[in-house]
């Protein structure tokens, strides 16, 4: 009896529209941190402490091999100033990565408009030129290796047409030259699909007003092209130098930073010191330095963007 | 038609050095030892063989290395798109507290090359004894900084999808992980091949991961192996080594001239959206 008297009261007791607690927001915040949790603990354990580690490393003397492992404070920074191939260094690395970037972004783009010129086959083009991006780097290297000896195919075809070619990975300039070349053959297609699409984008009127104008083909690329597909050019040196700060197979390949030290870029000479000579602590401090300078080149680009970018895409 | 002619040609010179080398490198891994520095240069092997190819698997177990770099490969492009997949539509659809300053922490993945953390990364590995073994090749690039760029092409894909979409899967009682699973990644197909695509290139071209973490031949990866053909003083066995360079890029060559469309407009994108 008494239940059955209670259990009305308790269902009048109860608060009429209570929400559940598992509400549409809070589902979606646990399921939203689970979603990126392993992307996160990723780069904790696989970016972020490993970066900090090389700080702490770098104040470090540690030769693997005599198992020391020693704080010294400063004494790396001070000694990578005072390091005689420091300078050949950064100037390897400087003189890759400008003439890469130059030689790349211009045959990028004479390439995409080439292509844009909506010509039948144009599409075969476009796969050849971008081919060598899905050959695999290293077999691309050593082709252009053996091709590059000084009785290889290109000095044999040279000498077909009178021409002594030099013996190209022998010498500094020569050598400095070929890695840049063979890079820049690799993936300048990436670059130029870019430009092919941006240039896709430049609406015809513009071209059809320029032309009204009287502008020469020059002026209407110089005038209207350039400026229209600025953020593309932006964005594409920003690849470009970025990778080839991190130029290292090529250069592992094809002349192991030498003759000399003339191709020993940054990253080849971290490794040679890291994974060659074991020193650990030092080798942490170039992987610094190399770290701030592509941090400083993007800053740097991003901040560019504003003054010289003439639209934002 | 003068023009016409004119850029025809033009970029038929533009070829040479995009075609050539791949020509030659197959070429030149079917010639016998004596023709390989032949004067004149010669397009076509004028005794073709395949003893280059017959060495190419005497003097290293390639067999074995073409299926570590395939395997590790296939798991890489698997596991970053599970993971890029799920942290791009977080980031995109979901939203949760924090959401945009661990978006900021993922995107530093991008500003870290990984040669400046491949000292610390090797010490960590090797203290947990998995030096010499791929799990470092596995676990670093799936979760670690080559894995943000994917993540970032997720999101960007993600973001354009309609909101009424997802509100129709609502209707119908799906959760997050439903809505995720049943209704966005279905229509995702175009950013996973781009990813798909890139992951796989990307993992199948290292080098300097694999030549620090790994060092007997066995579970060597092509790329490290095609270096180590060479004779008792260190010179290159030319033939072998484009032999063994022909058999690691005539298959990627192949699938890219079959879908070259997706390859390019895929890749292309990568590109922009990172």
């Given at each position: 009896m008494t239940l059955l008297a209670e259990k009305p009261a308790s269902v009048l007791r109860r608060p009429p529209e209570r929400a559940p607690y598992w509400t549409m927001r809070r589902r979606d915040q646990l399921a939203g941190w689970l979603m990126v949790a392993p992307q996160l603990?990723?780069?904790?354990?696989?970016?972020?402490?490993?970066?900090g580690l090389v700080v702490w490393y770098s104040l470090h003397e540690w030769n693997v091999l005599a198992g020391t492992f020693d704080y010294v404070g400063g004494e790396n920074y001070q000694a990578l100033l005072d390091d005689p191939r420091l300078g050949p260094a950064l100037r390897a690395t400087g003189l890759f990565s400008a003439g890469l970037v130059v030689l790349n972004l211009s045959l990028a783009l004479f390439l995409a408009v080439l292509l844009n010129q909506k010509l039948r086959g144009t599409v075969v083009f476009r796969t050849l030129f971008f081919s060598p991006v899905v050959v695999t780097l290293v077999a691309w290297t050593i082709v252009w290796g053996f091709l590059l000896q000084d009785n290889g195919g290109i000095n044999g075809f040279l000498d077909l047409v009178g021409i002594d070619g030099p013996n190209w990975l022998r010498g500094d300039t020569t050598a400095m030259i070929s890695v840049i070349v063979v890079q820049l053959f690799k993936n300048v297609g990436l670059n130029m699909v870019l430009f092919l699409a941006a240039l896709q984008g430049v609406?015809?009127?513009?071209?059809?007003?320029?032309?009204?104008?009287?502008?020469?083909?020059?002026?209407?690329?110089?005038?209207?092209?350039?400026?229209?597909?600025?953020?593309?050019?932006?964005?594409?040196?920003?690849?470009?130098?970025?990778?080839?700060?991190?130029?290292?197979?090529?250069?592992?390949?094809?002349?192991?930073?030498?003759?000399?030290?003339?191709?020993?870029?940054?990253?080849?000479?971290?490794?040679?010191?890291?994974?060659?000579?074991?020193?650990?602590?030092?080798?942490?401090?170039i992987s610094l330095l190399l770290f701030v300078i592509v941090l400083a080149l993007t800053v740097l680009q991003w901040r560019m963007r504003k003054r010289w970018v003439f639209h934002e895409a | 038609m003068k023009l016409k002619l004119t850029v025809y040609a033009v970029l038929l010179v533009c070829c040479v050095p995009f075609v050539f080398p791949t020509w030659w490198m197959a070429t030149t891994s079917l010639k016998p030892v004596n023709e390989i520095f032949a004067f004149p240069p010669a397009l076509w092997p004028r005794d073709?063989?395949?003893?280059?190819?017959?060495?190419?698997?005497?003097?290293?177990?390639?067999?074995?290395?073409?299926?570590?770099s395939l395997y590790i490969a296939i798991v890489v492009t698997a596991g970053t798109l599970v993971v890029s997949s799920l942290a791009g539509y977080a980031f995109a659809r979901v939203p949760f507290r924090g959401s945009g300053v661990v978006f900021v922490i993922v995107l530093a993945g991008l500003l870290v090359p990984n040669e400046v953390t491949i000292i610390p990364l090797y010490r960590m590995f090797d203290g947990l004894g998995l030096v010499n073994t791929h799990w470092p090749l596995i676990l670093i690039p799936i979760l670690g900084a080559p894995s943000v760029l994917a993540t970032f092409i997720m999101r960007q894909f993600f973001i354009t999808l309609p909101r009424e979409l997802e509100e129709?899967?609502?209707?119908?009682?799906?959760?997050?992980?439903?809505?995720?699973?049943?209704?966005?990644?279905?229509?995702?197909?175009?950013?996973?091949?781009?990813?798909?695509?890139?992951?796989?290139?990307?993992?199948?071209?290292?080098?300097?991961?694999?030549?620090?973490?790994?060092?007997?031949?066995?579970?060597?990866?092509?790329?490290?192996?095609?270096?180590?053909?060479?004779?008792?003083?260190?010179?290159?066995?030319?033939?072998?080594?484009?032999?063994?360079?022909?058999?690691?890029?005539?298959?990627?060559?192949?699938v890219f001239v079959l879908a070259q469309r997706q390859f390019v407009e895929g890749l292309a994108q990568a590109g922009l959206k990172g």
């Open positions: 603990a990723g780069i904790v354990a696989f970016v972020i402490v490993p970066l609406p015809a009127e513009l071209y059809e007003a320029a032309r009204i104008d009287g502008a020469s083909a020059w002026a209407r690329f110089r005038r209207v092209t350039v400026p229209l597909i600025s953020p593309t050019i932006l964005l594409t040196s920003i690849l470009t130098i970025v990778g080839s700060l991190q130029v290292f197979a090529q250069i592992a390949v094809l002349t192991q930073g030498g003759p000399g030290t003339s191709t020993t870029v940054l990253v080849y000479y971290l490794y040679q010191q890291a994974f060659q000579f074991h020193h650990f602590g030092y080798g942490a401090t | 073709a063989t395949l003893d280059a190819y017959r060495q190419v698997f005497e003097l290293q177990p390639f067999a074995q290395q073409y299926v570590n129709a899967g609502r209707v119908d009682g799906l959760g997050r992980f439903g809505l995720f699973w049943q209704v966005s990644l279905p229509l995702a197909k175009p950013a996973i091949g781009a990813v798909a695509i890139f992951t796989f290139l990307h993992s199948w071209n290292l080098f300097l991961e694999p030549i620090v973490f790994l060092s007997s031949k066995e579970k060597f990866t092509i790329p490290q192996a095609l270096t180590q053909y060479v004779d008792a003083y260190g010179g290159a066995l030319w033939n072998v080594q484009l032999a063994a360079a022909t058999m690691s890029a005539l298959p990627v060559l192949i």
